[in-house]
Every structure is written in structure tokens, then in C-alpha cells.
């Protein structure tokens, strides 16, 4: 018999880490307002947007975001996303 309630308890971060998928609508808040987007894709590995260097990596994954208000990109942690379906 398999205890399935110990895999989600054995490694917190990979629920955190997938939370999210390409096309997913989320939110997040912004220096002036909530701010509202698409998820564009998972980083895993360091990558630059726009001169900001984005040190994402399979352990610390970022997600790259499309602002609906500027249609700009960003790249936000997970924690710092929310579903807004």
C-alpha cells in the first residue's frame, strides 16, 4: 500500500514550482496597482529580459508573464503569482 498524502508533504516546493502553465491568467501586485496577465512559460535556467537578469534554475523557477495592461513581459517568482481562474 502506498502512502500518496507523504508525496506532496516530501517535496513542498514541487507543487509551488508547478503551480502554474503557459496561458494560465494570473495576478500579481505591481509597484502601483494589482496587476493582471498570461503566463508565458516556466524559466528554469537564467535567462535576461529586457537588461534584468533572471536567475531562474529547476530548483527556483520563475514564470514568465504578459502584463494584459502593457503587453510587457516580466518574469515573477511563484509565491508572488495568483490564479485568477
Given at each position: 500500500m502506498?502512502?500518496?498524502s507523504k508525496s506532496d508533504k516530501s517535496n513542498p516546493d514541487q507543487s509551488k514550482s508547478d503551480k502554474f502553465?503557459?496561458?494560465d491568467v494570473v495576478q500579481w501586485h505591481s509597484a502601483q496597482e494589482q496587476t493582471k496577465g498570461v503566463v508565458k512559460q516556466k524559466l528554469t535556467e537564467p535567462t535576461e529580459i529586457k537588461d534584468h537578469h533572471v536567475a531562474a534554475a529547476p530548483s527556483n523557477p520563475e514564470y514568465l508573464v504578459v502584463s494584459d495592461k502593457?503587453?510587457?513581459e516580466a518574469a515573477h517568482k511563484p509565491e508572488s503569482l495568483e490564479s485568477m481562474e
Open positions: 502506498t502512502d500518496t502553465k503557459p496561458g502593457t503587453g510587457q
